[in-house]
């Protein structure tokens, strides 16, 4: 039934599913947070778009900064539709207006590679990552991130790396989609640290590290370029490779990443002299290189070079000496030699990489996916406006590489159950073949070849793996993604629940596919948090303040989740404890009197919120308050009048001892003569004897006389 039910649905989604893929563009589900590049001595504007890339003069009466003339690095961030928002020139952010709102952030240190990105589940802040440079021997400083507001202008959170790291690092999405890593490396050794910044900052516990590689160890002279520790770290888009050159070693090394663990391996190294630029295409598996050719200081030397090439390597080429083999000199032989920078390359969200040739010039490389010429690296690569054609482009700025991963692309990353899902990829340009495979729990592994798009439909909630291979020379590229498929929810529990004191009350939740426990706690900022008392869907409330529940089983739902406030409604006194010592001709009375009772009822049939108990016994009253209903009760051990009665008259005769018993009253003794307070008194003497009997009700007496005996003599 499952099946059927699974091909029902499979087909009254296709058509939908078809004619969403005729009209899906070549940038659907594209992401334009990275369209607005500020950058150079100039600050100047570039709006990346579909059809290229467009330069703009700097807005009049802009107050433009002077630091960014020195700062290697700028950054900027645009909202998902490429409007601007906010850009940093190294040391100071500036708004969508091109105000400055925050000065001096970088505690002086104004160099050094930076990144932007939004808060996963709070879009309306952003983490600033960056990585400052020393600069007293050899680069190293301590890497740094800090929380900022929608207005860019406060710093709520600021932290620094507790240990020393080169000027490099670079970010890339964990395989769920959600969290990103920071890939770091340490100074003076070989050890790379991945750090996973989570929703609300970097994960406690020790980083993941990774020895493998080069030694970053910088050493003391005037050309700081070429030393060991300075050079790039990059992510390709898929985050499935990592690549960082070290300028004074003269290798690039590139690494396989695994975005679930955060290990590297695999390392491939291509050796050149002073390397140091570099970017990945789209796709990840062509890449593009080039040389630093520049000094620190007055004084120092490097080798004259008459060009400085972008070259190209097949990853997909084979082993070390085959990618290496494959070396493409792409943009030709007559670059500009001086950019104090090198020939910084960005790839953009138009799948195009952009190059800076010279202080006023950027090419581009029109289809970077394609090794050989196919790659068509044209010399302008921006349209300027007559009149201006920029200055200092020296430092491309810095962007999160998670925007430009057109790989794999979810027309909906996550949606809910009863909804298709199509994932396609952008990048299938320059392979043999490709193909997707993923598994339906509910029908079994697919495996599809040379699709770009794919349409599917889920009949169960849960995260799906999707994977697309690539193949190019008999060799494999691979990148993976989460299709997340969210459950239909909807608790919908009452504003406030009264439960009644002693009284077992239970909420529960319960929907298909869903397993939930309950939480109570509360606080006054009204943010909810989980306390260490947990339930099952099912909980029995035994406390108040506010209740709901939590799905465990699924990272998210479609729908709603209500929480209640519970109020403990208190059970009233009603009757006091158990009573004696009280005499019967004052009858108590039992008031039961509560507020909002609409019915008392006694376990003598009254049902008055008053009685009159009259005689010894237990009482019990039941109360309807509201919907509670409470129960008390009472003991009462009443006092009565007593009938004492002993023999009026007795005979008592020499040595004999007379007994007289009184009876077994709840009461105070008193005999007289002789003050005995038993119940019974041993008489031997001629007299008259009485008894008192004291209780509540009074004091109840009797007399009896004793005679004694009479003899005659003959």
């Keep these: ?140 400083e301590r890497f740094r991130y800090n929380q900022l507001d929608s207005s860019f202008s ?172 494959s070396i493409y000199e792409a943009s030709g032989p007559s670059l500009y030699t001086g950019l104090t920078n090198g020939n910084l390359m960005q790839l953009a969200s138009n799948q195009n990489i952009y190059v800076n040739v010279d202080a006023e010039g950027i090419a581009v490389i029109e ?16 349209v300027w406006p007559v009149g201006y054609a920029g200055w200092g482009m020296q430092n491309l700025p810095e962007i999160f590489v998670g925007y430009l991963d057109y790989n794999i692309v979810f027309e909906n990353h996550a949606h809910c159950v009863g909804d298709t899902s199509m994932f396609y990829t952008l990048t299938n340009q320059g392979f043999d073949s490709i193909r997707w495979q993923y598994i339906d729990p509910l029908i079994g592994q697919f495996s599809i070849p040379n699709q770009d798009s794919i349409i599917h439909y889920f009949a169960e909630p849960g995260e799906y793996e999707i994977t697309l291979k690539r193949y190019r020379n008999g060799n494999q590229d691979e990148i993976k993604k989460r299709q997340y498929v969210y459950p239909n929810v909807n608790i919908d529990l009452p504003e406030d629940t009264i439960i009644c004191e002693g009284i077992d009350s239970y909420l529960t939740a319960s929907e298909p596919f869903c397993d939930f426990i309950w939480v109570n706690h509360y606080t006054p900022d009204g943010q909810y948090y989980p306390t260490d008392t947990t339930y099952n869907d099912t909980a029995m409330i035994n406390a108040p303040e506010y209740w709901w529940p939590v799905l465990t089983n699924h990272s998210d739902y479609c729908g709603i989740i209500d929480s209640t406030y519970v109020i403990v409604q208190s059970e009233p006194d009603m009757l006091p404890s158990d009573t004696a010592g009280i005499c019967i001709n004052t009858p108590l009375t039992l008031d039961a009197t509560t507020d909002s009772v609409s019915l008392y009822q006694w376990s003598t049939g009254d049902t008055t919120n008053t009685i009159s108990a009259f005689g010894s016994g237990t009482y019990t009253v039941t109360i309807q308050q509201g919907q509670c209903t409470f129960t008390d009760s009472m003991h009462i051990d009443y006092e009565e009048n007593l009938n004492v009665n002993i023999d009026s008259m007795a005979l008592r005769c020499d040595g004999d001892t007379l007994l007289v018993y009184a009876g077994d009253f709840p009461a105070d003794y008193l005999w007289s003569p002789g003050g005995e307070t038993g119940n019974t008194i041993e008489i031997s003497t001629p007299g008259i004897y009485s008894i008192a009997l004291t209780n509540s009700c009074g004091v109840f007496s009797d007399t009896i006389q004793v005679l004694g005996c009479i003899y005659r003599t003959k």
Excluded at 370 to 375: Q, V
């Design 1 to 140: 039934m499952k099946l059927i039910n699974y091909l029902n649905a499979q087909l009254n989604r296709f058509f939908i599913a078809l004619l969403v893929l005729l009209l899906m563009s070549n940038h659907t589900d594209a992401q334009r947070e990275t369209d607005n590049w500020i950058f150079g001595a100039s600050d100047n504007w570039v709006i990346i778009s579909d059809t290229g890339a467009v330069g703009y003069s700097p807005p009049i009466n802009t107050p433009w900064s002077n630091e960014i003339i020195f700062t290697m690095r700028s950054a900027s961030i645009s909202d998902s539709d490429g409007n601007l928002i906010a850009y940093t020139d190294g040391s100071c952010i500036y708004n969508n207006q091109y105000t400055q709102v925050l000065y001096n952030y970088s505690e002086s240190f104004i160099y050094g590679p930076k990144l932007i990105i939004p808060m996963y589940d709070k879009p309306s802040d952003y983490w600033l990552l960056r990585q400052p440079l020393g600069g007293s021997i050899g680069w190293a």
């Design 367 to 382: 289809n970077p996916n394609l090794p050989g010429p196919a790659c068509n690296w044209i010399d302008t690569g921006v």
């Design 154 to 325: 406060t710093l709520s959170v600021s932290v620094s790396y507790q240990i020393f790291t080169v000027p490099k690092f670079s970010a890339t999405y964990h395989a769920d989609g959600k969290q990103i890593w920071t890939l770091i490396h340490e100074n003076n050794n070989d050890r790379f640290d991945a750090v996973l910044l989570g929703i609300d900052g970097y994960q406690s516990g020790n980083p993941v590290t990774t020895n493998i590689g080069s030694t970053q160890l910088d050493t003391f002279g005037l050309d700081l370029y070429n030393q060991p520790s300075y050079g790039h770290m990059k992510f390709s888009p898929g985050g499935n490779f990592v690549a960082m050159s070290s300028t004074g070693l003269d290798i690039i090394e590139i690494y396989d990443f695994d975005n679930e663990t955060g290990v590297l391996s695999n390392r491939r190294e291509i050796g050149m002299d002073r390397l140091h630029s570099f970017e990945f295409s789209s796709n990840g598996t062509v890449f593009y290189f080039s040389q630093l050719y520049a000094c620190h200081a007055p004084g120092c030397s490097y080798p004259s070079v008459d060009s400085i090439p972008v070259y190209q390597v097949d990853l997909l080429a084979g082993n070390d000496s085959m990618i290496n083999a």
